[in-house]
Nanobody, 125 residues
Framework: QVQLVESGGGLVQAGGSLRLSCAASGLTFSSYTLGWFRQAPGQEREFVAAISWSGTITKHADSVKGRFTISRDNAKNTVYLQMNSLSPEDAAVYYC??????????????????WGRGTQVTVSS
């Protein structure tokens, strides 16, 4: 059974940094595109970043570009999201998601088949 488990969330002051991790099991990790999404209260689930099966291609939402960096370690079956210069607008539950690798990176949540339960990120001003 596929399982994605996020960790690393917590409370951070504005301007600070966090690194989220997502550990995967039950799938051939290198065969999947991995993505990060976030959802704040009362808001729709929002694309944050995605990374190809090889780790050589990445995509970041305009709202986080230059501040967040997605990466993966296939040997550890883990994908990361390094978040720098955090602001209160970044506060949300962050979800890890996976889909079978394709020719293009996908930014639509509905096209990701597997999801973690999320980790809370709170940013104080």
């Amino acid at each position: 059974q596929v399982q994605l488990v996020e960790s690393g969330g917590g409370l951070v002051q504005a301007g600070g940094s966090l690194r989220l991790s997502c550990a995967a099991s039950g799938l051939t990790f290198s065969s999947y595109t991995l993505g990060w999404f976030r959802q704040a209260p009362g808001q729709e689930r929002e694309f944050v970043a995605a990374i190809s099966w090889s780790g050589t291609i990445t995509k970041h939402a305009d709202s986080v570009k230059g501040r967040f960096t997605i990466s993966r370690d296939n040997a550890k079956n883990t994908v990361y999201l390094q978040m720098n210069s955090l602001s209160p607008e970044d506060a949300a539950v962050y979800y890890c998601a996976a889909r079978y690798r394709g020719l293009e990176l996908v930014v639509t949540a509905e096209e990701y088949a597997y999801w973690g339960r999320g980790t809370q990120v709170t940013v104080s001003s």
